[in-house]
T-cell receptor, first 115, second 113 residues
Framework: QQQVKQSPQSLIVQKGGISIINCAYENTAFDYFPWYQQFPGKGPALLIA?????SEKKEGRFTISFNKSAKQFSLHIMDSQPGDSATYFCAASNGGSGGYQKVTFGTGTKLQVIP | DGGITQSPKYLFRKEGQNVTLSCEQNLNHDAMYWYRQDPGQGLRLIYYSQIVNDFQKGDIAEGYSVSREKKESFPLTVTSAQKNPTAFYLC????????????FGSGTRLTVV
């Protein structure tokens, strides 16, 4: 019940196209859904995050769409650029009454944006 | 600039040796974490600590040990009991509730030779 399933495992998109990465979760107690971007040889960096009280969050070219009833959320990268080539991880956690929140990560999507 | 510093970036270990990976943060975060990253397996939690002198096992703690003597530091020791230690190790920190997400270090790549 703690799993977060991420797809696809890899993705090739042409420059200027839309990259879409999907994640699904089972635990309805999750209340925080971040996305991390990781370049080769580096640690992941927080890209954008959403809470389940909204259906969409946009920051620049990056948008999270959230479907609470389907228990799915996705990352859309508009006007994809070669500099977006990286591995993307979705994640989920639940805060409950506070304290330690276990973060469950998806298995990652390697995105390649070709010129 | 605030951040997390992991050292060394690359580490080679002979079988049967213990090695210690360093993690230091100057973000004044309460919680610190160690993750292991293997291709196709995402990030797996080894240990975490919410306060000084306290830490908890994660999902794959066997063969690893940690200490948290200072708020800023959370070193990880990979012992000889870890059967498959070759991996990319990531240290992270967060505020106590992690409601703002994690800040990760740049990682240490450990190779057993």
């Amino acid at each position: 019940q703690q799993q977060v399933k991420q797809s696809p495992q890899s993705l090739i998109v042409q420059k200027g196209g839309i990259s879409i990465i999907n994640c699904a979760y089972e635990n309805t107690a999750f209340d925080y859904f971040p996305w991390y971007q990781q370049f080769p040889g580096k640690g992941p960096a927080l890209l954008i995050a959403i809470r389940p009280d909204v259906s969409e969050k946009k920051e620049g070219r990056f948008t999270i769409s959230f479907n609470k009833s389907a228990k799915q959320f996705s990352l859309h990268i508009m006007d994809s650029q070669p500099g977006d080539s990286a591995t993307y991880f979705c994640a989920a956690s639940n805060g409950g009454s506070g304290g330690y929140q276990k973060v469950t990560f998806g298995t990652g999507t390697k995105l390649q944006v070709i010129p | 600039d605030g951040g997390i510093t992991q050292s060394p970036k690359y580490l080679f270990r002979k079988e049967g040796q213990n090695v210690t990976l360093s993690c230091e943060q100057n973000l004044n975060h309460d919680a610190m974490y160690w993750y292991r990253q293997d291709p196709g397996q995402g990030l797996r939690l080894i240990y975490y600590s919410q306060i000084v002198n306290d830490f908890q096992k994660g999902d794959i703690a066997e063969g690893y040990s940690v200490s948290r003597e200072k708020k800023e530091s959370f070193p990880l020791t990979v012992t000889s009991a870890q059967k498959n230690p070759t991996a990319f190790y990531l240290c992270a920190s967060s505020e106590w509730t992690a409601s703002g997400g994690y800040t990760f270090g740049s990682g240490t790549r450990l190779t057993v030779v």
